[in-house]
Protein backbone atom coordinates (compact mmCIF):
# COMPACT_ATOMS: atom_id res chain seq x y z
CA UNK A 1 0.00 0.00 0.00
CA UNK A 2 2.72 2.34 0.87
CA UNK A 3 4.15 1.56 -2.71
CA UNK A 4 1.07 2.69 -4.47
CA UNK A 5 0.72 6.29 -2.41
CA UNK A 6 4.07 7.14 -3.50
CA UNK A 7 3.69 6.04 -6.49
CA UNK A 8 0.45 8.29 -7.02
CA UNK A 9 2.36 10.75 -5.34
CA UNK A 10 5.02 10.96 -7.83
CA UNK A 11 2.68 10.49 -10.67
CA UNK A 12 0.68 13.42 -9.23
CA UNK A 13 3.92 15.69 -9.39
CA UNK A 14 4.58 14.39 -13.10
CA UNK A 15 1.18 16.36 -13.77
CA UNK A 16 2.01 19.21 -11.62
CA UNK A 17 5.26 19.58 -13.69
CA UNK A 18 3.08 19.83 -17.27
CA UNK A 19 1.28 22.23 -15.69
CA UNK A 20 4.11 24.26 -14.34
CA UNK A 21 5.68 23.88 -18.07
CA UNK A 22 2.11 25.27 -19.58
CA UNK A 23 2.37 28.07 -17.03
CA UNK A 24 5.65 29.13 -18.00
CA UNK A 25 5.27 28.90 -21.77
CA UNK A 26 1.65 30.89 -21.55
CA UNK A 27 0.81 31.95 -18.55
CA UNK A 28 -2.27 31.43 -16.93
CA UNK A 29 -3.94 30.48 -20.17
CA UNK A 30 -0.74 27.81 -21.11
CA UNK A 31 -2.00 26.52 -17.41
CA UNK A 32 -5.59 25.79 -18.02
CA UNK A 33 -4.31 24.39 -21.43
CA UNK A 34 -1.81 22.22 -19.73
CA UNK A 35 -3.63 20.81 -16.99
CA UNK A 36 -6.73 19.89 -19.95
CA UNK A 37 -3.26 18.24 -21.44
CA UNK A 38 -2.88 16.37 -18.17
CA UNK A 39 -5.96 15.23 -17.77
CA UNK A 40 -5.98 14.18 -21.20
CA UNK A 41 -2.92 12.31 -20.86
CA UNK A 42 -4.20 10.37 -17.89
CA UNK A 43 -7.23 9.40 -19.72
CA UNK A 44 -5.31 8.51 -23.12
CA UNK A 45 -2.51 6.85 -21.28
CA UNK A 46 -4.96 4.73 -19.64
CA UNK A 47 -6.44 3.33 -22.63
CA UNK A 48 -3.77 3.73 -25.63
CA UNK A 49 -0.15 3.97 -23.85
CA UNK A 50 0.44 0.20 -24.12
CA UNK A 51 -0.18 0.18 -28.24
CA UNK A 52 2.11 3.52 -28.60
CA UNK A 53 5.11 1.61 -26.51
CA UNK A 54 4.49 -1.64 -28.69
CA UNK A 55 4.81 0.71 -32.08
CA UNK A 56 7.27 2.96 -30.37
CA UNK A 57 9.43 -1.00 -31.06
CA UNK A 58 7.89 -1.85 -33.53
CA UNK A 59 6.97 -4.74 -31.58
CA UNK A 60 4.92 -7.83 -33.82
CA UNK A 61 2.61 -9.99 -32.11
CA UNK A 62 3.31 -13.50 -32.69
CA UNK A 63 1.08 -16.55 -32.18
CA UNK A 64 1.48 -20.06 -30.70
CA UNK A 65 1.89 -21.89 -34.25
CA UNK A 66 5.12 -19.11 -34.94
CA UNK A 67 6.29 -19.31 -31.16
CA UNK A 68 5.07 -22.29 -29.93
CA UNK A 69 7.48 -22.62 -26.86
CA UNK A 70 7.34 -19.02 -26.01
CA UNK A 71 3.56 -18.97 -25.78
CA UNK A 72 3.88 -22.19 -24.08
CA UNK A 73 6.49 -20.98 -21.53
CA UNK A 74 4.50 -17.81 -20.97
CA UNK A 75 1.06 -19.94 -20.59
CA UNK A 76 2.76 -21.97 -17.64
CA UNK A 77 3.74 -19.01 -15.62
CA UNK A 78 0.24 -17.35 -16.22
CA UNK A 79 -1.24 -20.09 -14.34
CA UNK A 80 1.81 -20.29 -12.01
CA UNK A 81 0.84 -16.56 -11.24
CA UNK A 82 -2.76 -17.06 -11.35
CA UNK A 83 -3.07 -14.47 -14.20
CA UNK A 84 -4.74 -14.85 -17.33
CA UNK A 85 -2.61 -15.75 -20.72
CA UNK A 86 -1.03 -12.75 -22.00
CA UNK A 87 -0.87 -11.33 -25.40
CA UNK A 88 3.04 -11.92 -26.54
CA UNK A 89 4.93 -9.90 -28.76
CA UNK A 90 8.67 -9.90 -30.34
CA UNK A 91 10.74 -6.67 -30.94
CA UNK A 92 12.80 -7.01 -33.96
CA UNK A 93 16.32 -6.24 -32.18
CA UNK A 94 19.70 -8.01 -31.61
CA UNK A 95 20.02 -5.95 -27.96
CA UNK A 96 18.50 -8.74 -25.32
CA UNK A 97 15.88 -6.80 -23.33
CA UNK A 98 11.98 -7.22 -22.63
CA UNK A 99 9.14 -5.07 -20.88
CA UNK A 100 5.46 -5.67 -19.87
CA UNK A 101 2.57 -3.24 -20.84
CA UNK A 102 -1.37 -2.80 -20.30
CA UNK A 103 -3.60 -1.24 -18.37
CA UNK A 104 -4.61 -4.27 -16.43
CA UNK A 105 -3.97 -8.20 -15.81
CA UNK A 106 -6.92 -9.06 -18.74
CA UNK A 107 -4.99 -6.77 -21.40
CA UNK A 108 -1.23 -7.44 -20.62
CA UNK A 109 1.20 -7.81 -23.08
CA UNK A 110 4.63 -9.40 -23.14
CA UNK A 111 7.12 -8.75 -24.91
CA UNK A 112 10.55 -9.88 -25.43
CA UNK A 113 13.42 -8.54 -28.16
CA UNK A 114 14.42 -12.01 -30.85
CA UNK A 115 18.15 -11.12 -29.51
CA UNK A 116 17.00 -11.79 -25.90
CA UNK A 117 15.51 -15.31 -27.09
CA UNK A 118 18.39 -16.02 -29.40
CA UNK A 119 20.87 -16.08 -26.12
CA UNK A 120 19.28 -17.62 -23.11
CA UNK A 121 18.27 -20.79 -22.60
CA UNK A 122 14.76 -22.04 -21.72
CA UNK A 123 15.47 -21.33 -17.86
CA UNK A 124 16.89 -17.90 -18.19
CA UNK A 125 14.24 -17.11 -21.18
CA UNK A 126 11.43 -18.58 -18.06
CA UNK A 127 13.37 -15.91 -15.26
CA UNK A 128 12.39 -13.05 -17.68
CA UNK A 129 8.97 -13.87 -18.33
CA UNK A 130 8.21 -14.38 -14.69
CA UNK A 131 9.95 -11.05 -13.75
CA UNK A 132 7.23 -9.67 -16.72
CA UNK A 133 4.83 -11.57 -15.12
CA UNK A 134 5.53 -9.98 -11.77
CA UNK A 135 5.36 -6.32 -13.41
CA UNK A 136 1.71 -7.16 -14.21
CA UNK A 137 0.81 -9.04 -10.69
CA UNK A 138 2.13 -6.36 -8.60
CA UNK A 139 -0.09 -3.99 -11.45
CA UNK A 140 3.30 -1.80 -12.12
CA UNK A 141 2.27 -2.00 -16.03
CA UNK A 142 -0.43 0.90 -16.28
CA UNK A 143 1.46 2.80 -13.41
CA UNK A 144 5.17 2.60 -15.50
CA UNK A 145 2.87 3.02 -19.01
CA UNK A 146 1.25 6.24 -18.04
CA UNK A 147 4.63 7.59 -16.78
CA UNK A 148 6.25 7.02 -20.13
CA UNK A 149 3.68 8.95 -21.51
CA UNK A 150 3.57 11.80 -19.74
CA UNK A 151 7.30 11.67 -19.86
CA UNK A 152 7.21 12.50 -23.46
CA UNK A 153 4.77 14.93 -23.29
CA UNK A 154 6.70 16.90 -20.41
CA UNK A 155 10.17 16.48 -22.61
CA UNK A 156 8.63 17.73 -25.65
CA UNK A 157 6.85 20.84 -23.99
CA UNK A 158 10.58 21.12 -22.82
CA UNK A 159 11.67 21.65 -26.13
CA UNK A 160 8.89 23.47 -27.33
CA UNK A 161 10.23 26.04 -23.97
CA UNK A 162 13.80 25.76 -25.29
CA UNK A 163 12.83 27.00 -29.14
CA UNK A 164 10.42 29.65 -27.36
CA UNK A 165 14.08 31.04 -25.17
CA UNK A 166 16.18 30.80 -28.32
CA UNK A 167 13.31 32.71 -30.78
CA UNK A 168 12.76 35.64 -28.14
CA UNK A 169 10.09 33.56 -26.05
CA UNK A 170 9.38 35.29 -22.31
CA UNK A 171 9.63 39.21 -23.90
CA UNK A 172 7.57 41.04 -23.03
CA UNK A 173 6.59 44.81 -22.62
CA UNK A 174 8.78 45.28 -19.61
CA UNK A 175 12.09 44.40 -20.24
CA UNK A 176 13.17 43.25 -16.85
CA UNK A 177 10.23 41.76 -16.64
CA UNK A 178 10.85 39.69 -20.08
CA UNK A 179 14.24 39.09 -18.90
CA UNK A 180 12.51 37.02 -16.16
CA UNK A 181 10.63 35.15 -18.24
CA UNK A 182 13.30 34.13 -20.80
CA UNK A 183 15.38 32.88 -17.96
CA UNK A 184 12.13 30.93 -16.59
CA UNK A 185 11.84 29.30 -19.76
CA UNK A 186 15.51 28.30 -20.25
CA UNK A 187 16.05 26.96 -16.62
CA UNK A 188 12.85 24.95 -17.05
CA UNK A 189 13.74 23.49 -20.16
CA UNK A 190 16.52 22.14 -17.90
CA UNK A 191 15.34 21.43 -15.23
CA UNK A 192 11.84 19.83 -16.60
CA UNK A 193 13.14 16.75 -18.32
CA UNK A 194 15.44 16.31 -15.24
CA UNK A 195 12.85 16.25 -12.79
CA UNK A 196 10.42 13.92 -15.04
CA UNK A 197 13.86 11.42 -15.20
CA UNK A 198 13.72 11.38 -11.69
CA UNK A 199 10.12 10.59 -10.84
CA UNK A 200 10.39 7.33 -13.35
CA UNK A 201 13.56 6.68 -11.76
CA UNK A 202 12.00 6.32 -8.39
CA UNK A 203 9.22 4.72 -9.56
CA UNK A 204 10.52 2.26 -11.03
CA UNK A 205 13.54 1.45 -8.88
CA UNK A 206 11.47 0.24 -5.68
CA UNK A 207 9.51 -2.01 -8.57
CA UNK A 208 12.10 -3.38 -9.62
CA UNK A 209 13.33 -5.75 -6.65
CA UNK A 210 9.23 -6.16 -5.80
CA UNK A 211 9.40 -7.50 -9.27
CA UNK A 212 11.91 -9.72 -8.54
CA UNK A 213 11.28 -11.00 -6.09
CA UNK A 214 7.61 -12.11 -7.06
CA UNK A 215 9.32 -13.34 -10.57
CA UNK A 216 11.26 -16.15 -8.64
CA UNK A 217 8.36 -17.00 -6.78
CA UNK A 218 6.62 -17.97 -10.11
CA UNK A 219 9.31 -19.61 -11.68
CA UNK A 220 9.74 -21.48 -8.39
CA UNK A 221 13.26 -20.66 -8.45
CA UNK A 222 15.75 -17.42 -8.67
CA UNK A 223 18.68 -18.77 -10.61
CA UNK A 224 17.18 -18.57 -13.87
CA UNK A 225 16.45 -14.69 -13.62
CA UNK A 226 19.53 -14.26 -11.67
CA UNK A 227 21.89 -15.48 -14.76
CA UNK A 228 19.47 -13.58 -17.09
CA UNK A 229 19.90 -10.64 -15.56
CA UNK A 230 23.76 -11.45 -15.65
CA UNK A 231 23.54 -12.12 -19.46
CA UNK A 232 21.58 -9.28 -19.73
CA UNK A 233 24.39 -7.12 -18.35
CA UNK A 234 27.01 -8.20 -19.99
CA UNK A 235 25.38 -7.80 -23.95
CA UNK A 236 24.40 -4.14 -22.62
CA UNK A 237 27.26 -2.22 -23.43
CA UNK A 238 27.67 -4.26 -26.71
CA UNK A 239 24.24 -4.55 -28.13
CA UNK A 240 22.56 -1.22 -27.38
CA UNK A 241 18.72 -1.37 -27.72
CA UNK A 242 17.14 1.76 -29.52
CA UNK A 243 14.84 2.42 -27.14
CA UNK A 244 12.66 6.15 -26.13
CA UNK A 245 14.35 7.10 -22.75
CA UNK A 246 10.97 7.63 -21.73
CA UNK A 247 10.27 4.33 -22.27
CA UNK A 248 13.40 2.92 -20.12
CA UNK A 249 11.90 2.38 -16.50
CA UNK A 250 9.56 -0.36 -18.77
CA UNK A 251 12.33 -2.34 -19.54
CA UNK A 252 13.74 -5.23 -17.31
CA UNK A 253 17.27 -3.08 -17.72
CA UNK A 254 18.05 -0.25 -18.15
CA UNK A 255 19.08 -0.06 -22.43
CA UNK A 256 21.21 3.79 -21.35
CA UNK A 257 23.54 1.99 -18.51
CA UNK A 258 26.65 2.49 -20.64
CA UNK A 259 26.08 5.75 -20.20
CA UNK A 260 27.67 7.80 -17.55
CA UNK A 261 25.10 10.16 -17.00
CA UNK A 262 22.19 7.92 -17.44
CA UNK A 263 23.81 5.82 -14.84
CA UNK A 264 22.98 9.11 -12.40
CA UNK A 265 19.21 9.01 -13.32
CA UNK A 266 18.94 5.54 -13.70
CA UNK A 267 15.95 4.19 -13.76
CA UNK A 268 17.15 0.46 -12.22
CA UNK A 269 18.67 -0.55 -9.16
CA UNK A 270 21.84 -2.24 -10.01
CA UNK A 271 22.11 -5.18 -11.40
CA UNK A 272 25.33 -6.19 -9.29
CA UNK A 273 22.89 -5.67 -6.41
CA UNK A 274 19.39 -7.47 -8.14
CA UNK A 275 21.77 -10.44 -8.83
CA UNK A 276 23.09 -10.83 -5.07
CA UNK A 277 19.37 -10.56 -3.82
CA UNK A 278 18.59 -13.54 -5.88
CA UNK A 279 21.57 -15.73 -5.23
CA UNK A 280 20.88 -14.95 -1.40
CA UNK A 281 18.29 -16.92 -1.05
CA UNK A 282 20.87 -20.35 -1.65
CA UNK A 283 22.63 -18.99 2.21
CA UNK A 284 19.46 -18.03 3.54
CA UNK A 285 17.59 -21.70 3.59
CA UNK A 286 16.57 -22.23 7.38
CA UNK A 287 17.50 -26.15 8.93
CA UNK A 288 15.39 -28.27 10.77
CA UNK A 289 12.33 -29.50 10.52
CA UNK A 290 10.81 -31.55 7.14
CA UNK A 291 11.13 -30.97 3.98
CA UNK A 292 7.83 -29.04 3.85
CA UNK A 293 8.50 -26.91 6.42
CA UNK A 294 12.18 -26.21 5.14
CA UNK A 295 10.75 -25.11 1.40
CA UNK A 296 8.64 -22.75 3.17
CA UNK A 297 10.56 -20.98 5.37
CA UNK A 298 12.96 -20.86 2.89
CA UNK A 299 10.42 -19.19 0.78
CA UNK A 300 9.53 -16.92 3.45
CA UNK A 301 13.13 -15.87 4.31
CA UNK A 302 13.37 -15.51 0.26
CA UNK A 303 10.82 -13.03 0.03
CA UNK A 304 11.81 -11.26 2.93
CA UNK A 305 15.03 -11.19 1.91
CA UNK A 306 14.30 -9.93 -2.02
CA UNK A 307 11.28 -7.33 -1.02
CA UNK A 308 12.78 -5.82 1.78
Keep these: MGNQIRTTILLAVMTALIIWVGQLLGGRQGMIMALFLAA ?82 REEVMGVISHELAHVKNRDILIGSIAATMAGAIMVLAHMARWG ?44 YLADATGARIAGKPEGLARALEKLGAYAGRLRLQANPSTAHMLIVNPFSGSSLMNLFSTHPPLEERIARLRGYRTTTPGGGNGRDRREAAGRAFWDRLSG
Design 165 to 208: AIFGGGRGDDEEGGGAGLIGLIAMSILAPMAAMIIQMAISRSRE
Design 40 to 121: GLNFFSYWYSDKMVLRMYQAQEVSPRRAPELHAMVQTLAGQAGLPIPKVYVIPQEAPNAFATGRDPEHAVVAVTEGLLKIMD
